[in-house]
């Protein structure tokens, strides 16, 4: 992979974008907070991970593929989604994700669009507490 400056232009796996996008996209988010909670309550439910941890369990995963949406929170047309195999998205949490540089505001769901974790900016990985992972 490249620089960290284009990790847009090196997010690996299958991009999916038009009206497919928008409704899958969508039903991500929604299950990121199933119970319609304010952002601050729903924050203090999340389980946060070390980068070991999460790969960890990603490892042990039956799953082989997975949802990789991308959010820029103050620009909507930078957001991204992508189906990823599991070494891609192992791979690439692992180049993107550091206490040190930050990370990306991730949401990585499973295939039936359920949500199992997010990063965001500041390298922090959090579990979401209805996730099987």
């Not at 203090?44 to 941890?53: D, Y």
């Not at 992508?82 to 891609?88: D, F, H, L, R, V």
């Amino acid at each position: 992979m490249s620089a960290r400056k284009n990790f847009l232009d090196d997010i690996p796996g299958k991009r999916i974008e038009g009206e497919q996008f928008d409704r899958i996209f969508n039903e991500i988010y929604k299950s990121e907070n199933p119970q319609n909670l304010e952002p601050f309550d729903r924050f203090c439910e999340l389980v946060e991970l070390t980068l070991e941890e999460i790969v960890a369990r990603l490892r042990e995963d039956y799953r082989e593929e997975y949802y990789f949406a991308y959010t820029k929170l103050n620009n909507s047309k930078w957001n991204r989604l992508y189906i990823m195999n599991k070494t891609e998205l192992i791979q690439y949490i692992e180049f993107c994700f550091d206490y040190v540089f930050g990370g990306l505001d991730i949401t990585v769901a499973d295939m039936t669009y359920q949500a199992l974790f997010i990063g965001n900016h500041d390298g922090m990985l959090f579990k979401i507490p209805e996730s099987e992972l």
